[in-house]
Antibody
């Protein structure tokens, strides 16, 4: 059974940093691209960042470019999102999701980790 | 403002067929595959349709997708109460170099 388990969310002040993690199991992690997708309270889905299986391709939404960094450790079946200079508008539920190709996620999604940016 | 445009709401009665539209442009739907996701209340999204019209295993054949030009549609036939959910379309955008989502459509089963 495919499992994606996110962690690292929490309450943080504006301007501070947070690192999210996603641990994968039930599939061959280094065969898949991975993504972070967020959902603000009562809002729709927004793609945040994605990374190809070998980290050769990396992309960011304009809203987070220069502040967030995505990475993965295939030996640990883990995906990360380093979030710096956090803003109130980054408040959301952050999902990790996988994909067989470099494109929209076409596989499984985790349950999400909540990030709240507030003073 | 989402790159892909969906109606905010749709509704139908049990057994009916409903369609949800998704409109984009030449840099996304016009040249790339369309994906659809279902998000039941309080849960994570799940893939419903990939590559315009393909269903992952486990998705009932009541759900179907189609694409024409820069628009796509999700059709749900034999509507059931458990289909009440938010539905999102997505496609890769060549200009943004990333996937873009529609704003979502809330489906109500009356």
């Amino acid at each position: 059974e495919v499992q994606l388990v996110e962690s690292g969310g929490g309450l943080v002040q504006p301007g501070r940093s947070l690192r999210l993690s996603c641990v994968a199991s039930g599939f061959t992690f280094d065969d898949y691209a991975m993504h972070w997708v967020r959902q603000a309270p009562g809002k729709g889905l927004e793609w945040v960042s994605g990374i190809s299986w070998n980290s050769a391709s990396i992309g960011y939404a304009d809203s987070v470019k220069g502040r967030f960094t995505i990475s993965r450790d295939n030996a640990k079946n883990s995906l990360y999102l380093q979030m710096n200079s956090l803003r109130a508008e980054d408040t959301a539920l952050y999902y990790c999701a996988n994909g067989r190709i470099w494109g929209p996620p076409d596989g499984s999604w985790g349950q999400g980790t909540q990030v709240t940016v507030s003073s | 403002q989402s790159v892909l445009t969906q109606p905010p709401s749709a509704s139908g009665t049990p057994g009916q067929r409903v369609t949800i539209s998704c409109s984009g442009g030449s840099s996304n739907i016009g040249t790339n595959y369309v994906y659809w996701y279902q998000q039941l209340p309080g849960t994570a999204p799940r893939l419903l349709i990939y590559r315009n019209d393909q269903r992952p295993s486990g998705v009932p054949d009541r759900f179907s997708g189609s694409k024409s030009g820069t628009s796509a549609s999700l059709a749900i036939s034999g509507l059931r109460s458990e289909d009440e959910a938010d539905y999102y379309c997505a496609a890769w955008d060549d200009s943004l170099s990333g996937p873009v989502f529609g704003g979502g459509t809330k489906l109500t089963v009356l």
